[in-house]
């Protein structure tokens, strides 16, 4: 559809062959997608905590939240609005357990890309190829944006870090700039701030009945700008541990449409992962097409377990490097 990208068009759709594989997986997996496969195969055992938080009526009630009076300033769990910083609040020094540690945050796709089609159209280099420079991302059927969904995830997420002790540098902040950036700078700015973890924040724009979460794993690649051949080991172990964290979290299952199972993805065509020299991966949340997982992704309460169930990730690989 004309909203997707080449930059996310998703990987052709596979059925999960969960069943003959889990017990090659046991070897592979952290504990909590141990757990998952393990609820899975006894298909009971209680509702994970997510599904019991669905929030109906997503643009209305967002919109409400973001503009009453008596909305939180600062996200909470139990906010079903859009988390927003301050505007001009410093970032706290860092006293935690991750002072000194850097990590670059890309809210994926700019809610102002959609006024600037031309500029977001043009091509890039990403090493292994040309591609467009970004994309407006997807939408729920009832028009709640990835892009305002990405940048609320990702203020909730830096909050957190924060509170660790993280500097956190984002790509973008919606309106800053209008547009963009283009793939390349968004990898740019986490080589320039040497972070040492940079995550992408997406979500998917797949067919109904898909769902569930992938991490996107960068692939070896070798070609002009492109080298990731020093980034595919730490960002594996970054992206391993995030999806074990977003699953315990979230209680969301790892994708049902490709990964098979595993909740992770390795991929090439990504000038955002082509082109980082840090560790980096790409996390699609759900899947905003399909009305279970909208019903989630639309939900403040659950972004906030999104945000914690990726910092957490971060934080396990940054204490362990
Ligand atoms: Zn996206």
Redesign the pocket.
């Known amino acids: 559809m004309s909203y997707l990208g080449p930059e ?1 068009d998703p990987p052709q759709p596979r059925r999960s062959r969960r069943g003959p594989l889990t017990v090659a997986l046991a070897v592979l997996l952290p504990g909590a997608l141990l757990g998952w496969l393990a609820y899975e195969a006894v298909g009971d055992g209680g509702s994970p905590d997510a599904r019991r938080t669905v929030s109906p009526a997503p643009s209305a009630r967002t919109s409400a939240a973001s503009t009453s009076p008596s909305a939180p300033a600062s996200p909470s769990a139990s906010s079903g609005g859009d988390a927003k910083a301050p505007a001009g609040e410093p970032t706290p020094l860092g006293t935690g357990p991750l002072k000194g540690k850097v990590i670059v945050v890309d809210p ?2 700019n809610p102002g890309n959609f006024q600037h089609t031309t500029e977001i159209n043009r091509q890039v280099d990403i090493g292994t190829n040309r591609k467009e420079c970004d ?1 407006t ?2 939408s729920t059927n009832a028009g709640y944006t ?1 892009a305002r969904f ?1 940048l609320d995830v990702a203020h909730r997420l830096r909050t957190l870090l924060e509170r660790q002790g993280a500097t956190v540098r984002f790509t973008h902040d919606g309106d800053s700039p209008a547009w963009g950036p283009c793939v390349d700078e968004r990898a740019r700015i986490g080589n320039a701030a040497h972070a040492d973890a940079a995550i992408s924040i ?3 724009g797949s067919a109904s009945g898909n769902r569930g979460f992938h991490v996107i794993l960068p692939g070896s690649v070798h070609a002009g700008a492109a080298d990731t051949r020093k980034i595919v080991g730490p960002s594996r172990d970054l992206g391993t541990r995030i999806a074990g964290t977003f699953l315990r979290e979230t209680g969301e299952p790892p994708s049902n449409y490709v990964g098979d199972g595993t909740g992770l993805v390795t991929r090439t065509d990504l000038g955002g992962l082509n082109l980082s020299t840090v560790p980096k991966v790409f996390i699609e949340c759900g899947n905003m097409r399909d009305s279970k997982d909208a019903a989630l992704l639309t939900s403040g309460a659950w972004r906030q377990k999104a945000a914690q169930g990726i910092s957490e990730g971060i934080v396990s690989f940054l204490r362990e490097s």
């Open positions: 996310f994926g796709h994309t991302g997807t990835e990405t997406h979500a998917d």
